[in-house]
């Protein structure tokens, strides 16, 4: 379906890699490594409107399906809903990137994952100091809508 919502950071904060597949990768990517473990962190310098290393691309992304595009394959789900729900998660996604630019957040984290993990963290944090806008509760809806949705829809949770 090529949403590329598993490259571009939405789903998937970083992918692990295998230590057979990383001199050909270590070619294509940067490549982390902690505690002796390789991975590299999304978005995937890689995908741009789909994966420019396709045939090389790690076995974990090979081998990935969310649960949207495992809906579609056993046929639970037309393709017209998939198109459908991919599009109201970049609506969603595109609201909280407008509300975060609003609210002036300075969140570290490069993919979007790993800056909604961040940035509830701060929310929860900031939840007991009552000091939340109309806006944070805003926010803080607009996630657990995102949430819900990739959970039910994709089989992945944000948190």
Same mark, same amino acid.
């Given at each position: ?15 692990? *890699?295998?230590? &057979? ?12 490594? !902690? ?33 949207? *595009? ?6 639970? *789900?037309?393709?017209?809903? !998939? ?11 595109i !609201?909280?990137?407008?509300?975060? !630019? ?15 993990? &961040? %940035?509830?963290? %701060? ?8 000091s ?6 805003? *926010?803080?809806?607009? %996630? ?15 948190y």
């Open positions: 379906m090529s949403c590329g919502f598993c490259c571009d950071g939405t789903l998937i904060g970083y992918v692990q *890699l295998d230590r &057979e597949e990383l001199p050909v990768l270590r070619e294509l990517m940067n490549i982390e490594d !902690a505690n002796g473990k390789e991975f590299f962190l999304q978005p995937c310098d890689n995908y741009c409107d789909g994966c420019s290393i396709y045939s090389k691309r790690p076995k974990q992304c090979a081998n990935f399906k969310c649960g949207l *595009l495992k809906s579609l394959e056993q046929k639970e *789900l037309d393709f017209d809903l !998939a198109i459908e729900m991919i599009n109201v998660v970049k609506q969603k996604k !609201a909280i990137e407008k509300k975060l !630019a609003t609210l002036q957040f300075e969140l570290q984290s490069q993919s979007f994952h790993f800056k909604m993990v &961040e %940035l509830k963290k %701060l929310l929860q944090k900031n939840k007991s100091e009552s939340l806008t109309q806006n944070h509760i805003e *926010l803080i809806s607009d %996630l657990e809508q995102l949430d819900s949705l990739l959970s039910k829809k994709f089989g992945i949770s944000l």
